[in-house]
């Protein structure tokens, strides 16, 4: 228990966890922006991909 309790006291502690919270920070918002970017891709290639069979089936 007296681990436990230097532990607490650490300043190291303090450090990690602030950056395991900047760690965290970061990955949702690189998460959130590829999740964006991919659903923009994929409108844009369904848009392509209509376009094409519709000249196709015109021709």
Request: aromatic share 8%; proline share 0%; no cysteine.
């Amino acid at each position: 228990m007296s681990i436990f309790f230097r532990l607490l006291r650490s300043t190291r502690a303090a450090t990690a966890i602030e950056y395991g919270l900047i760690i965290a920070l970061i990955f949702l918002a690189a998460v959130s922006a590829m999740t964006s970017v991919g659903k923009s891709t994929a409108g844009m290639w369904n848009r392509v991909s209509t376009t094409t069979t519709n000249a196709v089936n015109k021709s």
